[in-house]
């Protein structure tokens, strides 16, 4: 009762073009969605079946999979939709009649517009909140159908820089530099496994701690070494060894951070990527923190394709005797996607090297597109 009376709210044209837009843009996403999952899990998936993966896993790795190929799914589905929507409405000489009655072609396009504007949010709020942990669960569950061991914490080569104030002697004054290399060769269930650290957070000591596994102690703030070896470079150029049973050890729980944080910038939330930028940067790995800066970035500009195509689609498809059949229609659509995730790639990688800010690299493809798009409407209006 609430929809129909906030449904009765929008004016009569707009709820007709909807219609029209609605119904291909639902056949795109069902269609794009099932395309990228039979590329790229399906046929997988049945040669792991074939080598003794159980059904009821592999049914779970394909619904744990969907929300990644449809957030790719709908950007595409947008320039779809409206372009076919627009050129059926444009060839049966339907949007002429309402130009001749005065509606200017920028009203008739507001409709996509504004539903691409809905399915950007729809889409960030996937990509931001539900693709990270389906991915994750995903990862998991495939582990599980290959029989392998399952850790719900798990990662390799897990390495913490750490750089602050170091500790002067009476002969030299104190000065900022790198404090300790924190280096573990796994993290799983919330250990440090094979845990080599070197410190240099005194001026004129060398110190290196090795130990069979580290465990963060949130009470004591500090690391619990396990099972270890300590070796100390004295100044007068004397070593110091010892062997010790546990140790605790002085130093923030960055590794732990760190390891929490997945690999791929595409599994992370917007969060987990500023943090993970956030320690790179502390690290002085510069290149990573900016190569991370461009992908937070992206994560807001990816979603705004569906703005983009939808603009360019309806502006496309609204020119007069415009006639696009559906097969036509597809085809276009994955040209002009082709051109558009060319230019973002091309930009991207100069944010990555350094020659554009990470800001204007994600976001001037989206500029020239929609430039682009306001060009065509421009010209569907003469």
């Given at each position: 009762?609430?929809f129909?009376s906030w449904?009765?709210?929008?004016?009569l044209?707009?709820?007709?073009?909807?219609?029209?837009i609605v119904?291909?843009?639902?056949?795109?996403?069902?269609?794009?969605?099932v395309?990228?999952?039979?590329?790229g899990?399906m046929?997988?998936?049945?040669?792991?079946?074939?080598?003794?993966?159980?059904?009821?896993i592999?049914l779970?790795l394909?619904?744990l999979n969907?929300?990644?190929?449809?957030?790719?799914?709908?950007?595409?589905a947008?320039?779809?939709?409206?372009l076919?929507?627009?050129?059926?409405?444009?060839a049966?000489?339907?949007?002429?009649?309402?130009r001749?009655?005065?509606?200017?072609?920028?009203?008739?396009?507001?409709p996509?517009?504004v539903?691409?504007?809905?399915?950007?949010a729809?889409?960030l709020?996937?990509?931001?909140?539900i693709?990270p942990?389906?991915?994750t669960?995903?990862?998991?569950?495939?582990?599980r159908?290959?029989?392998?061991a399952?850790?719900t914490?798990?990662?390799?080569d897990?390495?913490?820089?750490?750089?602050?104030?170091?500790?002067?002697?009476?002969?030299?004054?104190?000065s900022?530099g790198?404090?300790?290399?924190?280096?573990?060769?796994?993290?799983e269930?919330?250990?440090?496994l094979?845990?080599?650290?070197?410190?240099?957070s005194?001026?004129?000591?060398?110190?290196?701690?090795?130990?069979?596994?580290?465990?963060?102690?949130?009470?004591?703030?500090?690391?619990?070494f396990?099972?270890?070896?300590s070796?100390?470079?004295?100044?007068?150029?004397?070593?110091?060894?010892?062997t010790?049973?546990?140790?605790?050890?002085?130093?923030s729980?960055?590794p732990?951070?760190?390891?929490?944080?997945p690999?791929?910038?595409?599994?992370?939330?917007?969060?987990?990527?500023?943090?993970?930028?956030?320690?790179?940067?502390e690290?002085g790995?510069?290149k990573a923190a900016?190569?991370?800066?461009?992908?937070?970035?992206e994560?807001?500009?990816?979603?705004?394709?569906?703005v983009?195509?939808?603009l360019?689609?309806?502006?496309?498809?609204?020119?007069?005797?415009s006639?696009?059949s559906r097969?036509?229609g597809?085809?276009?659509?994955?040209?002009l996607?082709?051109?558009?995730?060319?230019?973002?790639?091309?930009?991207?990688?100069?944010?990555?090297?350094?020659v554009?800010?990470?800001?204007?690299?994600?976001?001037?493809?989206?500029?020239i597109?929609?430039?682009?798009?306001?060009?065509?409407?421009?010209q569907?209006?003469?």
């Amino acid at each position: 009762m609430i929809f129909r009376s906030w449904l009765r709210r929008i004016p009569l044209l707009d709820r007709w073009l909807l219609r029209e837009i609605v119904p291909p843009l639902l056949f795109a996403v069902a269609a794009f969605t099932v395309l990228g999952l039979s590329i790229g899990v399906m046929f997988e998936l049945a040669r792991q079946m074939v080598d003794g993966m159980p059904a009821l896993i592999a049914l779970q790795l394909l619904l744990l999979n969907t929300p990644r190929f449809l957030v790719l799914s709908l950007p595409m589905a947008t320039l779809f939709a409206t372009l076919l929507a627009y050129s059926k409405l444009s060839a049966n000489s339907e949007l002429t009649a309402l130009r001749s009655l005065g509606v200017s072609t920028v009203r008739l396009v507001v409709p996509a517009i504004v539903l691409s504007a809905l399915l950007t949010a729809l889409t960030l709020l996937f990509n931001d909140v539900i693709v990270p942990h389906a991915n994750t669960q995903a990862e998991i569950a495939l582990q599980r159908g290959i029989g392998r061991a399952i850790a719900t914490e798990q990662g390799e080569d897990i390495t913490f820089t750490n750089f602050g104030r170091i500790q002067g002697t009476a002969a030299q004054k104190s000065s900022r530099g790198l404090k300790q290399l924190f280096y573990s060769r796994r993290f799983e269930n919330g250990e440090m496994l094979d845990v080599t650290v070197l410190d240099f957070s005194r001026a004129g000591y060398r110190q290196m701690l090795v130990a069979d596994k580290a465990i963060w102690d949130p009470d004591e703030a500090k690391w619990e070494f396990i099972d270890g070896i300590s070796l100390t470079l004295n100044p007068n150029g004397s070593t110091t060894r010892l062997t010790f049973d546990r140790q605790f050890y002085p130093l923030s729980s960055g590794p732990l951070q760190v390891a929490k944080i997945p690999d791929d910038a595409n599994n992370m939330t917007v969060a987990q990527a500023r943090m993970a930028e956030r320690i790179e940067a502390e690290a002085g790995n510069t290149k990573a923190a900016r190569k991370l800066r461009v992908r937070i970035q992206e994560k807001f500009t990816f979603p705004m394709a569906c703005v983009v195509f939808g603009l360019i689609g309806s502006s496309l498809g609204a020119r007069p005797g415009s006639r696009t059949s559906r097969s036509q229609g597809f085809g276009i659509s994955i040209l002009l996607i082709l051109g558009y995730y060319a230019l973002s790639v091309s930009f991207s990688s100069f944010g990555v090297s350094g020659v554009l800010t990470p800001f204007l690299a994600a976001w001037l493809p989206v500029a020239i597109s929609v430039a682009a798009g306001g060009v065509l409407l421009r010209q569907s209006s003469c």
